[in-house]
């Protein structure tokens, strides 16, 4: 663990020296507001408040005390912080802002289908194991699309091995969902018609992060699943295509729900690609079935529907997608910001096709593995 070897005291911050050569800046605000004290025991909230101390706070004195801690007394307020060296040095924002992005993301192409074992993983041993549960964790986080064999075939019974992750989420197509051919039916999933790559819900602020669509019979002749990583042809396009890539990640496309059983008109404008801050990819939009009548401005609606083209080829490309089938027992669970999602037409009367869908918000599957990592 490095130590504090020399500080120095500037206008906004203090210069803290490291015996292993590393720099770090501490603003003094910063400093202050992250006081120890500051912090509920219990609910671990910030209880200290910021407006209470001027913009001018900065350090009367400081030293290294007896206990190694660095000792810091206030020009206003009278009080003293007392900051662990080990706490500064692992919240350095200095040092973490020099370091170089790496990605989560393992991009995939259609070679994945030809090793589709590698995303496979066993419902039994996410029921009975963290090892199992964290496999899967990480297959859904780094790589955006896992196939979970052998769990039971009986309606709603996908619930057990979600709720290892955390709660689904809800929407009005309730949970699960039924993917079964209906009578007039209120979305292009209810048919027997092939579905082109999509995600799903591209209307909501938020569409859901994860969709896991559970098997439960699928004889009918047709109705092959395909997938392919929104990211990756992203990546592409960033690398090969750079102006296409920048109308995609600028400007806002709209889209809108067309449900006509829903009392509601739920309607989003995003852009077809967005980025994290450390220029990562962050969502996908994209859906061919509910893109409403786009609204950009006249001078660049050429452009958009270009980039809108080319990038919907990408993402059928046979380059980059991949074919399965289903098959009882499976459940497909797949990022639905990230992966693209699609079937073949299917002949119900050559058989069944049922599977259920639920959703979960990206944040439970993060969150659950940065928890069962530690
Ligand atoms: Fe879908």
Partial sequence: MPTISKIEKNSSYLKVIWNDGEESKFNYMWLRDNCPSA???????????????SQDINPKNYNINKEGKLE???????????????????NCYTIKNNKKYVSPY???????????????????????????????LKLLHYKGIAIVKNAPTEKKSAFPVLNRISHTRETFFKTP???????????????????????????FELP????FLHCLVNDSEGGNSSAIDGFAVAEYLR??????????????LKFRDKDYTQ?????????????????????????????????CHPDVMDKVYKAHHRFG????????QINFRLEPGDIFSFNNRRILHGRTEFDPNSGHRHLQGYYMDRDEIIGRLNYLKK
């Avoid at 810091?72 to 003293?80: N, R, Y």
């Avoid at 690398?239 to 806002?252: A, C, M, V, Y």
């Fill in 39 to 53: 912090h509920d025991k219990d609910s671990r909230h910030r209880m200290f408040n910021i407006l209470e101390v």
């Fill in 72 to 90: 810091i007394e206030w020009s206003e307020g009278d009080h003293i912080s007392y900051f662990d060296q080990k706490w500064l040095r692992d």
């Fill in 106 to 136: 393992q991009l995939w192409d259609c070679s994945l289908e030809k090793d589709l074992q590698s995303i496979k993983i066993d419902h039994d041993e996410i029921i009975s194991s963290d090892e199992g549960l964290i496999k899967w």
């Fill in 177 to 203: 969902f039924e993917v079964i051919n209906i009578p007039k039916p209120n979305n292009s999933a209810y048919t027997a018609h092939a579905l082109r790559n999509h995600m799903d819900l591209p209307w």
């Fill in 208 to 211: 859901p992060g994860y969709q």
């Fill in 239 to 252: 690398k090969n295509e750079k102006e296409i890539f920048e109308t995609l990640t600028s400007i806002p």
């Fill in 263 to 295: 009392e509601s008109h739920r309607s989003f404008h995003a852009p077809a690609i967005s980025l994290t801050k450390d220029k990562d990819f962050h969502d996908i939009r994209f859906s061919v079935a509910t893109m409403d009548a786009l609204d």
């Fill in 313 to 320: 080829n990408l993402l059928h490309d046979k380059k980059f």
